[in-house]
């Protein structure tokens, strides 16, 4: 598929692992703050850890997606649901090592996400929107799930973050330079993006509407 | 695809429909009392039926999808949308015989949503989940285009029951039993289950966090 | 794929562009009414735009979709967007050429999208309800993003100039008719039901329960 070597390739796997863990966390949580039951919490989990690549899958033709044939990341997702579950004051109380494993997360699935893309020969453009998609789609899917306006779409800066470490990769590839090299880059700069944006609170700007009613 | 004999193969059809019809009804009930017009009735009455098995197909790649190549599941869908738009009062007044036939619905989309899977090769424990999805996909749809949290997400006893319809016939697979028994078995699980929430309002436990505001 | 000249292919593809500026329009002051940052509106605006034609490529197994593999569809949709949220008051104001360009924009995806699906060999009744949601699909998702019932779930007669337009793109494929005259004559009749129900406040019956609560 793509010229990495086999060590890059095993890491690969457990950072993934790691990001679908830390995403579905954050399912997890919202889940239980919105009082749903035990089903629901382990739904939101695995929506909010594999939706993004479930979504980018079905989007390239690589069907069935990764997230449905192998068993790891639903088992990763259950897990960090059970977690949440009954151990959900602990979780809550973890709040900023959980946004700084969000972001790491977020940067594992962008680059991961534009790399597979490139994989399958989408154009570079897409491929990196695929990458950011990959990364906000579960994020996404877990509040339309509980009837919110997705976060992402008005929050800090976060997709715009995946954009840039996914188009790290995907202007990588164009060059081609290797690809252990660009997606350490990608990876550091959503990351430090990221990371930056949860420090100094920066955001996007938002149009506001000289008088128009902003609920109707 | 799988080894049942044709006239299983055309009792299934006929039990498929069933469930469409059923379905389709819980769709087109919500639909009528949110106020949406004739199509958004029409709508939801496809979505309600159709969307888990659409789901399913489009994950393990069966394009186009089953609901959209035949159009008998549009057939069945439309016109138990116009019964409930014509008659939305004789329709609700049957909430026992519905509750019912929505249980037998469950039980025949589970069963019949894992044999697809199995019949694509994907694994067994995701043969079960994607059986389950066929089950409780319709509903989430349905609530989420009313703007609802899904209610299989905090309701009784429902996605479980599917699961555990789904995983009989995946088991019975693995071990080579004849595909006639596990499917009945497998689909007198469920809606044993399913009549015993509904009987004796059977739910699976809430996670309510110590403090937290529930609603933000 | 399909029996037109190149002329009208070129045609087409320009008519296809301008549906999805407008779409994307739409989507993009729903965003900046919801008080959504940059980023929101720019994928309100994708989504809008593209959600119908996606789904519909995804359903036909059309895979990568036609709008993630050409960067035009992604690059006059964000076009908009931008536009919107710079000049929001403007563009509200243009609220009379935007429904008629709402309506044109209806028309083309509503026919482009049958003749895609009747060329994947879709059965007619469904290449035109694929038609259908090519044109009604990225208005839902651009309302279910936002946490609202889709408009078109209960709004004028919309989709149903849809679907009438898509059918007789489908009709006239039964009849071996000229896609010329009929993908004409299809959009001309989209267009022209949407124009009057505009004009008259044509609308489809809403059903209403005798007594009950519309909002639970």
Known sequence: ???????????????????????????AL??????????????LSFAASSAGGITRDLLIGATPPA??????YLGVSMLAGLLTFFRYADIERMRNPMQLSDAAGLALF????????????LPPGMAALLGMLTGIGGGMLRDVLVSD?????????????????????????????????????????????????????????????PDADRHS
């Not at 997230?67 to 790891?72: G, M, N, T």
């Open 149 to 209: 306006i997705p976060a992402v779409l008005r929050a800090e800066l976060y997709a715009m973050a995946a954009l840039a470490g996914a188009g790290v990769v995907v202007v990588g590839d164009m060059l081609h330079m290797p690809p252990t090299a660009t997606t350490l880059t990608g990876a550091g700069l959503c990351f430090g993006l990221r990371f930056m944006a949860i420090r100094y609170g920066w955001r996007l700007p938002v149009a506001r509407p």
């Open 1 to 27: 598929m793509i010229d990495t070597t086999r060590a890059l390739h095993t890491l690969l796997l457990v950072l993934d692992l790691f990001g679908t863990f830390v995403f579905a966390l954050s399912g």
């Open 110 to 121: 962008a680059v991961a996400g534009a790399q597979k893309a490139l994989a399958y020969d």
């Open 67 to 72: 997230a449905i044939e192998d068993w790891r």
């Open 30 to 43: 919202v889940a239980v703050r919105r009082g749903l039951d035990l089903f629901g919490v382990l739904v």
